[in-house]
């Protein structure tokens, strides 16, 4: 090859290469402009008196960021109301807790609705529990009110296999129960008069919240589950709906029909718009293979999930 097309080839890959990183940066600020425009519509709804909603889904966990979102709405005068959406099986019962008493701290200032969807039930029906009116679906799953301790045991297979553990401690209930030793009678105890003591707690709102005798309470709290029409039957939601029930119930506390509802979301974590995606298909077709990162951006901030203690939980299992 002479050195004059070997000239003409550097000088078409300097082009090429120009142009791809004016790409890149056209991508990028056309992103960033998206996320200050969608950001801008956002701070001017929430400054605008409106209804707010907020989505608690999937396992119910200690959410420190859910937390602190539900108290800027009880301090925010725009927000008149707020839904509170659930679709949970249940999750950690101090993680029921602290949201619950969140919840009652923004119905000391507004109107909060319980939105019972697909299933609320163990500390999603707790949280239910926080509005002053619990609304669900005629067949909606809720109920199970309890608690529930679990730990595994593998001393059979650790005999099978000729492993031992041997332990020195400082007294006979430190860390007990054991997944390496079969419990005694008195960690047994001291772990059943734990659950006893949170699952009482669990009654007493349920019996607070709901208006009806602790012995009532304690009896629809055998861990069973209902769906919406049963619940309703046995006083444990108010009413079967859906979001034209919800605005009826708020109008009768004099918020207005027509404001809008605005959900609160979590922050995000990922371009907006599902642009981290996209960004890394236009960047892999103008081969650079070596930004794989950038397509796992829609993934950033999902944590995984670990359950310590005590759970208030229907059906424990994997997504």
Same mark, same amino acid.
């Given at each position: 090859m002479d050195q004059l097309a070997i000239a003409d080839r550097r000088q078409l890959r300097r082009k090429l290469g120009f142009w791809r990183l004016v790409s890149i940066a056209l991508i990028l600020l056309a992103g960033i402009a998206a996320y200050i425009y969608a950001s801008a519509g956002e701070t001017g709804a929430f400054s605008r008196p409106h209804i707010a909603r907020v989505n608690i889904s999937g396992i119910i966990q200690d959410d420190r960021e859910l937390l602190e979102r539900l108290d800027r709405i009880a301090e925010n005068n725009a927000v008149k109301a707020l839904v509170v959406t659930i679709t949970s099986p249940g999750g950690t019962t101090y993680g029921g807790e602290v949201l619950f008493k969140a919840i009652r701290?923004?119905?000391?200032?507004?109107? +909060?609705?319980?939105?019972?969807?697909?299933?609320?039930?163990?500390?999603?029906?707790?949280?239910?529990?926080?509005?002053?009116?619990?609304?669900?679906? %005629?067949?909606?799953?809720?109920?199970?009110?309890?608690?529930?301790?679990?730990?595994?045991?593998?001393?059979?297979?650790?005999?099978?296999?000729?492993v031992s553990l041997e332990e020195i401690k400082s007294s006979p209930l430190k860390a007990e129960p054991s997944p390496f030793?079969?419990?005694?009678?008195?960690?047994?105890?001291?772990?059943?008069?734990?659950?006893?003591?949170?699952?009482?707690?669990?009654?007493?709102?349920?019996?607070?919240?709901?208006?009806?005798?602790?012995?009532?309470?304690?009896?629809?709290?055998?861990?069973?589950?209902?769906?919406?029409?049963?619940?309703?039957?046995?006083?444990?939601?108010?009413?079967?709906?859906?979001?034209? %029930?919800?605005?009826?119930?708020?109008?009768?506390r004099?918020?207005?029909?027509?404001?809008?509802? +605005?959900?609160?979301?979590?922050?995000?974590?990922?371009?907006?718009?599902?642009?981290?995606?996209?960004?890394?298909?236009?960047?892999?077709?103008?081969?650079? %293979?070596?930004?794989?990162?950038?397509g796992n951006l829609e993934k950033i901030g999902r944590e995984k999930l670990f359950l310590d203690g005590l759970v208030s939980v229907w059906q424990v299992g994997s997504d």
């Open positions: 701290k923004v119905a000391e200032k507004k109107p +909060v609705v319980a939105d019972i969807r697909t299933l609320a039930a163990s500390a999603g029906y707790m949280i239910a529990l926080a509005g002053d009116r619990i609304i669900a679906g %005629e067949t909606s799953i809720t109920g199970s009110i309890g608690v529930l301790f679990q730990y595994p045991q593998i001393k059979t297979l650790m005999d099978k296999v000729g030793h079969p419990p005694s009678d008195d960690a047994k105890a001291v772990i059943q008069a734990m659950i006893d003591d949170s699952f009482n707690w669990f009654v007493d709102v349920v019996a607070d919240r709901r208006k009806m005798p602790r012995d009532e309470a304690r009896q629809l709290a055998d861990g069973r589950i209902f769906t919406g029409r049963q619940a309703l039957k046995l006083k444990l939601v108010d009413e079967l709906g859906g979001d034209v %029930e919800i605005r009826a119930f708020l109008s009768g004099k918020v207005a029909k027509e404001l809008d509802i +605005v959900e609160w979301k979590a922050p995000g974590s990922s371009f907006p718009f599902g642009l981290g995606a996209t960004a890394s298909a236009w960047l892999k077709s103008l081969g650079y %293979e070596a930004f794989p990162l950038l």
